[in-house]
Every structure is written in structure tokens, then in C-alpha cells.
């Protein structure tokens, strides 16, 4: 995506990384520019700003549409963080991980499969790929690493943060357990704490799958998805209301036919992310169901610097809101 901005009197665009960290850390989806001003007596300045999106394509090759990272730590310090990617892959046959000081992998799979971690002159590599596996759509790759860390400051302060990865990485949530008297406090980066989330973001689609046709189930029991910006999900249940592991859902913009799939985890949710404005079709299917096909229009607004969408299912039919 491509923004081009045309200001007007003292107002002059100014690189992100030169913002105030402070401020950078309240932005509630990643900053796209970033501006100056020192006001004038007699001016009235101006701001117009235009996005482009470019449809996908095939250039990268690889990326991450998911990443769910865990993280556990103990009172001296120490961390052991389990890293989950849902990877999109054309050619990449490893991950380069720059991990930090003192830190090393202990494992990693492949679609379920242990791989074996190479070692480089330039830092760890994790495999994309293995032997006899020939992916055709989106996949998981894991891996986990444990620091030595440091301990923790008479006062309780300390400093984590995540390894780089050579590949981009749509969304990523992070959760950080922590001994009982810590508690994380200030967020760098693209990072933010997830009760600033706003009320906006957050919905829920509840669909499920039966031998006959598509139906709707009860949202009430479930708990509100933490959808971001071109993300939608749901849940997956059978006509008794009891949730549906394992299902295969894909989800196929109709326009571009650029598709998604995810596997309903053990509460029956999904999600799939980087799906552009338009219609959307998603199909559901399980052994021993009957597949199930729903089409939906996604209409995301872009109010200026930020975007947000939740999708919602329920009885009286599709809703919206942004």
C-alpha cells in the first residue's frame, strides 16, 4: 500500500522514526507517516492524503500472515518463548532468526514435523521446508528459544524483546507471562498493550457447519474475537452448539480470488488476515459434515491514519461494524 501526502503551508512530512518514541508506542495499528508543524501567525495549513493498494503479488518470497508468540518468565530472568508462524511460502527454504545475546533454539517443527535448526556465520536459521513436503497454501512453522535473560533490577526493571526474522510478518500478538509481583509496563515499536485495543476492533463471527446447510450459532457463550485491520474469524459449531476442532475453513476474495485458510483450534475459532476490501467467500469443512459456503461483503473504511473492522454473524443475518 502506497501513501502519498500533499501538505500545505508550514506542515512538512517528516520521517516516523524521528517521532517521539513516547507517542510512537500509543499508536493503535502501525504508523504509515508522520508530520511536522511549527504554527504561524496568519497561516491555515493544509493536509491531503491519498492510499493506493496494489494487489497482491508473488514478488516475496515468503511471509508470515500470522504470528503468535508465548512467552514465559521466570524470577531470575530467564525466558523460554515459543515462536507460531503461519507462513505463506513460494521458494524461502529458511527463516534467518537474529536472537538476542545468550539465547538459543531448542526446537522447531515444520506442518507438525520436527526440523532440525542450521547454525551460520551470520546468526540461526530455521527451516520453511523439509524433505517430501511440497506446500500448496499456508502452513505452520515453530520454533522455540530460550535466553539465559538477566536478573531482574532491585526496582523489577528488565528489557525483553523479540528476535528479527528475515521475512514480513502481518500480525503478530504476543502474550508474556510473568512471576506474580511484575507486570509489563511500557510497550516500544509497533507494540501495544492488548486493553488498548479499541472497542471498534473487537467482534465476533460465530458460524457452524451441519450435515445439511450453514447455521448460525449462539454468540453469547463465546468470548469477542480481537480482530485487526483486514482480519475476519469466527468460531465453528455443530447444530448441539459444541464447538468444531479440526475444521478446514478458506476464505477466497471473490474479486482477486486471493485466498486464506486456517484450522479451527480447541475452542472452534479461526482467523485469517491480509483479506483486501470486496466480497468475501468462506467455506467450512470437517469429515462427516456437509461443506458449508457463506459469502460476505467486507467494506473497510480508512479514516485518516487508522483502520479498523470487526465482522460479526449472527441470527438475523450478517452485521457490520467499523
Known sequence: MELTATEGGSLKRMDIKETNPYLRSLARSPLQAAFRYHRQPTENPSLALEWTRFPDSSVLAAIAERAVVTTLVTTEGRSLTEVKLTIKNQVQPFLKVDLPKGANIVSAEVAGEKVKPVEGADGQRVPLLRPGFRPT???????????????????GGSEISLPKMDIPITVLQWEVFLPEQYKVKDFGGD?????????????????GITSGSFQAGVGGSFAPLQLLPGQIGGY???????????AQVNVMQVDTGAQRTAVTD???????GGMPSGRV??????????????????????PVFRQFLAADWGYGGIRRSD
Do not use: C
Not at 497454501?137 to 533490577?153: C, I, L, Q, R, T
Not at 507494540?191 to 458460524?207: E, K, N, T
Open 281 to 302: 467467500r468462506v467455506m467450512a469443512t470437517m469429515r462427516g459434515f456437509k461443506n458449508t459456503v457463506r459469502e460476505v461483503e467486507i467494506q473497510r473504511k480508512l
Open 236 to 246: 465453528i459449531i455443530d447444530p448441539s452448539g459444541a464447538v468444531v476442532t479440526g
Open 191 to 207: 507494540a501495544l498493550a492488548a486493553s488498548l485495543l479499541p472497542v471498534s476492533m473487537q467482534g465476533v463471527m460465530i458460524s
Open 266 to 272: 480447541a475452542s472452534g475459532r479461526w482467523i485469517v
Open 137 to 155: 497454501d499456508s502452513y505452520e512453522v515453530s520454533f522455540v528459544f530460550m535466553h539465559s535473560g538477566a536478573p531482574f533490577a532491585k526496582k
